[in-house]
C-alpha cells in the first residue's frame, strides 16, 4: 500500500500530561473540518478523557492542523484536570489503552492514551473487559461532532476492544524484579 503523507487529513491534537510525562492524542478529522469544528471535537474528546486520567494529570490544551499543512494553531481550550479515582504509582507510568480500528481502504487507525489510572499485572496483561469510561471513549470517535478517520480520510471501523500495554522497557523491568535470573 502507498504511504500517505502525515499531514493527508485535518488532525486534532490533545496534549495532556500522565505522572509527569507529556504526550499528544491525535484524532484525524474529515475534510472540511474547521478550527471551530476542531474545538468542538477536542471538547467532546477531553470530556471522555478526564475519567481515564487522575487528578494530578492535566490536560493543557489542543491544536489544529488543516490538511496540507505542517503548521497546527492552539485551539481556545482551557487547562483540565483528570477525575479518575485512585492514587497513582510509579509502576504503572508508562500504561496505555489504545482504541483501533480499519477503513475499507485496508488502512489502520489507533488511538492512544497514556495513563496510569490502567492497572496491568506485572507481566503487562489485563483480563478485565472495557471499563465505562473506555467504552465512552470508542463512542466519542463515531460521534458525529468527531467523527475521526484514517490517514486516507475514510470512515473507519471500530473494533469493539479495547488494547492495554506497557511499556516494553518497564515490562522487562517489571519482570526482573518478579523472576528469579538464571
Known sequence: MTPLPENNTPTLFIRYSSRGQMHDAQVRLPSGATSASATIAAGVMIAVM????????????????????????????????????????????????????????????????????????QQGWRDLTPSAGEQAVLLALTDDDVDARTISGQQPVWNAYVNYGASAYYQRKARRTVLPTP
Open 50 to 121: 478526564k475519567p481515564l486520567l487522575f487528578p494530578s494529570d492535566v490536560i493543557y490544551g489542543a491544536r489544529f492542523r488543516q490538511a496540507g499543512s505542517d503548521v497546527s494553531l492552539p485551539l481556545p481550550i482551557s487547562a483540565q484536570a483528570g477525575m479518575a479515582p485512585g492514587t497513582p504509582d510509579d509502576d504503572r507510568m508508562p500504561n496505555f489503552v489504545s482504541w483501533t480500528g480499519r477503513s475499507a481502504d485496508g488502512r489502520d487507525v489507533k488511538f492512544t492514551l497514556f495513563t496510569a489510572a490502567v492497572s496491568l499485572d
